[in-house]
Nanobody, 115 residues
Framework: QVQLVESGGGLVQPGGSLRLSCAASGSIFKIKTMGWYRQAPGKQRELVATITSGGTSNYADSVKGRFTISRDNVKNTVYLQMNSLKPEDTARYYC?????????WGQGTQVTVSS
């Protein structure tokens, strides 16, 4: 059974950085476009970054220039490097395929940006 496990969140001051990791089990990882999503309290989950199996990335306007998504197909892991963090980046972050497969949602990792 495929599982996605997110890690790397925490409390950081505005302007700080964090690197999130998403470890995937199973062969699904190598053939799928992966994405990082986030959900803030009282808001809908939003897709913030995607990366194809070949490494082509796309970003939501709100994070463009600050976040970088990458993947290691050998380690079955996708990363999200977050720089210049803002309080509005505070949310729970999840990874999934761009199809947002219901069975793949994990626990996520909490990112809190606050002074």
């Amino acid at each position: 059974q495929v599982q996605l496990v997110e890690s790397g969140g925490g409390l950081v001051q505005p302007g700080g950085s964090l690197r999130l990791s998403c470890a995937a089990s199973g062969s699904i990882f190598k053939i799928k476009t992966m994405g990082w999503y986030r959900q803030a309290p009282g808001k809908q989950r939003e897709l913030v970054a995607t990366i194809t199996s070949g490494g082509t990335s796309n970003y939501a306007d709100s994070v463009k220039g600050r976040f970088t998504i990458s993947r290691d197909n050998v380690k079955n892991t996708v990363y999200l490097q977050m720089n210049s963090l803002k309080p509005e980046d505070t949310a729970r972050y999840y990874c999934n395929t761009v199809a947002a497969i219901a069975a793949l949602w994990g626990q996520g990792t909490q990112v809190t940006v606050s002074s």
